[in-house]
């Protein structure tokens, strides 16, 4: 299993600003995930991180509203840049493979 | 590609009496199914998966789901449920290491 800490785990930003939220893993894992779970909606993969390399991004997720780092393989960033109210969501961060995903307990972003 | 449908978005069911979470995939290569549970302000906890073997997956909290492959389901079942068991529940399918998930179902359970 895999114990995942996420920061903050909730913040309140104004529109235009922009939030760095860090996804911390006590194991080394080959790749990391961002998901965005909107109100009363499931969770939409936003990306997928592999140290060493770009982030791929799913349909409809850009590198220059949502620029994800991940200098170990530890560790992982997701940016939500010049935030509007439609990005108030949950954000998570997920590692694992096809056998089985661990979560973060989730950053709820509320933008006014 | 992957899919999972949830037929229910909301299921209210009384204190001790049983419940079936619905769930319908779809996948083109191997499957791996899965439910998790998400209580309020909470992150995902995995209930119960279903990799191979045994049809009938046996999880966390008294909850099972039995895999179906020809009606291509993996409902979630509980005999009796508890005030505690009220939760939104995620279907999921696996597939190239990325899970995809479906749009949840609310289940209240009412004293």
């Known amino acids: 299993s895999a114990v995942i800490s996420q920061k903050p785990s909730r913040d309140i930003c104004q529109r235009g600003t922009s939030l760095t939220i860090q996804c911390q893993v006590d194991s080394q894992v080959t790749m990391m995930f961002w998901y965005r779970q909107q109100p009363g909606q499931s969770l939409t993969l936003i990306a997928t991180?592999?140290?060493?390399?770009?982030?791929?991004?799913e349909s409809g997720f850009v590198i220059d509203k949502f620029p994800i780092s991940r200098p170990n393989l530890t560790f992982s960033t997701l940016t939500v840049s010049n935030m509007s109210p439609e990005d108030s969501s949950i954000y998570l961060c997920?590692?694992?493979?096809?056998?089985?995903?661990?979560f973060g307990q989730g950053t709820r972003l509320t933008v006014v | 590609a992957q899919s999972v449908t949830q037929l229910d978005s909301q299921v209210p069911v009384f204190e001790e009496a049983p419940v079936e979470l619905r769930c319908n995939y779809s996948?083109?290569?191997?499957?791996?199914l899965f439910w998790y549970v998400q209580y309020p302000n909470q992150g995902l906890q995995l209930l119960l998966k279903?990799?191979?073997?045994?049809?009938l997956v046996k999880g966390i909290n008294g909850f099972e789901a039995e895999f179906n492959k020809s009606q291509t389901s993996f409902h979630l079942r509980k005999p009796s449920v508890h005030i505690s068991d009220t939760a939104e529940y995620f279907c999921a399918v696996s597939g190239r290491n990325q899970f995809y998930f479906g749009t949840g179902t609310s289940l209240t359970v009412i004293p």
């Open positions: 997920s590692v694992g493979e096809n056998t089985e995903a661990f």
């Open positions: 996948s083109s290569v191997s499957v791996y």
């Open positions: 991180a592999n140290q060493g390399s770009e982030a791929t991004y």
């Open positions: 279903y990799l191979s073997g045994s049809t």
